[in-house]
Every structure is written in structure tokens, then in C-alpha cells.
């Protein structure tokens, strides 16, 4: 079975500073992994995504995520947060044949002036 | 290039009430999912469909109905509201590609029962 757990529900950082948000998956193969973004009442864009090809997965805006094994874990990070990311965030698993995404509970950041 | 598309985006509907949420792709994605999101517990997936014809169930199903007739539409169907389907509701689809695959989602549907 798939699954992922988001370690924190709300992180607030100040403008400048790292973002990292946690994730950790189970999964019963080789999982192939994503981080969505939802700003407020907007629909959901992928950031990045993972499907083996490299343990360290570059996304768009600055963001990136590195897939661990021997962790379980699949955490986002950016080096500097700026206003405009401020927005939830949400791991996702999918089951291997892509018609099902499991989701975490999701990470609200908040980026402080 | 539309993608997925939902319609309404909002809508309020009484207790017992029924209705249908449009979700449409125009990516020809064989595969298209509904979801549900609720404060803190992420999207929980109601109801799939891997192609036209075909649908099956997902972790909360009940209260829901969905026919896959064409490739591009999915549409949903609440058979009597209930206030425990307040949510916001988001379609998505997906193709058939493997391990580079990503789900697409529509801009959501905001549903109040009342």
C-alpha cells in the first residue's frame, strides 16, 4: 500500500531564509513521487517530481527534493523563501500504474516579510 | 490548450438535493480521477477510471456516482447531498505513460450543502 506523511502542518520562515518541508512515504515497489503547490483558492500545480532517474530532483521556482531510501523520505527544500511562496504544499505517491495519487495531509507555509 | 476544465466552480446545494460536476480534458489522457479536499486531510480520491467504459471505486466512494461514456468527460454525480460533502472537489487526469507520469487537475469545485 502507498502512503505519505507530512511531517508539519504549517512552517513559517521569514523572506530569505531556507524552506524545508518534510515528507515521508511507504510504498510497496519503487515509488514514483511529486510535490504539489496550491495557492489560495487556486487549483494544484506540480512543482517536481521523482520517478528514479536521479536522486536529487530539480522543480520550478528554486525548488528542489531529494529522494532518500534508506529514509523513506522525499523532503522539499529552497535555499532562499520568498513572498510568493507562500502557499500549501502536498507530497504525493502515486501506485505505480498512475491512475491513483495518494496524497499527504499537506504543509501550509507561511513566508514572513 | 484548455487541460482540465470543471464546472461550476461553486455551488450551493440544499440537503437531498442531486447534481453533476462536469470535469472535461482535452489532453486525451485515458486515465481521470476525482478527488475531495477537506481542511488537513490532503485529497482523498472518490472515484477513477483508467478508460472510457471503465470506473471503479476509491477511498470514499459512498454518496458518489461517475460513468466514463468518451474519453474526455468524467462527470460526477451526488445522488441525494449530504453536509458531509462540503468540500472542494478537483478532477484530474493522467496518461498512460509510466514512470514520468503526472496527474493534471482541474481549478476545483467548491460545493456547500446546506
Known amino acids: 500500500a502507498q502512503s505519505v506523511t507530512q511531517l508539519d502542518s504549517h512552517v513559517s520562515v521569514s523572506e530569505g531564509t531556507p524552506v524545508l518541508l518534510r515528507c515521508n512515504y511507504s510504498s510497496s515497489y519503487s515509488p514514483s513521487l511529486f510535490w504539489y503547490v496550491q495557492h489560495p483558492n487556486k487549483g494544484l500545480q506540480l512543482l517536481l517530481k521523482?520517478?528514479?532517474?536521479?536522486?536529487l530532483v530539480k522543480g520550478i521556482n528554486g525548488f528542489e527534493a531529494e529522494f532518500k531510501k534508506s529514509e523513506t523520505s522525499f523532503h522539499l527544500t529552497k535555499p532562499s523563501a520568498h513572498m510568493s511562496d507562500a502557499a500549501e504544499y502536498f507530497c504525493v505517491v502515486s501506485d505505480g500504474n498512475f491512475n491513483k495519487f495518494y496524497f499527504g495531509s499537506g504543509t501550509k507555509l507561511n513566508v514572513k516579510p | 490548450n484548455a487541460g482540465v476544465t470543471q464546472t461550476p466552480k461553486f455551488q450551493v446545494l440544499k440537503t437531498g438535493q442531486s447534481m453533476t460536476l462536469q470535469c472535461a480534458q482535452d489532453m486525451n489522457h485515458e486515465y481521470m480521477s476525482w478527488y475531495r479536499q477537506d481542511p488537513g486531510m490532503g485529497l482523498r480520491l472518490i472515484h477513477y477510471?483508467?478508460?472510457?467504459?471503465?470506473?471503479d471505486q476509491g477511498e470514499v466512494p459512498n454518496g458518489y456516482n461517475v460513468s466514463r461514456s468518451t474519453t474526455e468527460d468524467f462527470p460526477l454525480r451526488l445522488l441525494s447531498a449530504a453536509p458531509s460533502q462540503t468540500s472542494v472537489y478537483f478532477c484530474?487526469?493522467?496518461?498512460?505513460?509510466?514512470?514520468?507520469?503526472?496527474?493534471?487537475f482541474g481549478q476545483g469545485t467548491r460545493l456547500t450543502v446546506v
Open positions: 521523482y520517478t528514479s532517474a536521479a536522486t
Open positions: 477510471s483508467v478508460g472510457a467504459g471503465i470506473t
Open positions: 484530474a487526469s493522467s496518461y498512460r505513460g509510466g514512470a514520468n507520469t503526472e496527474a493534471f
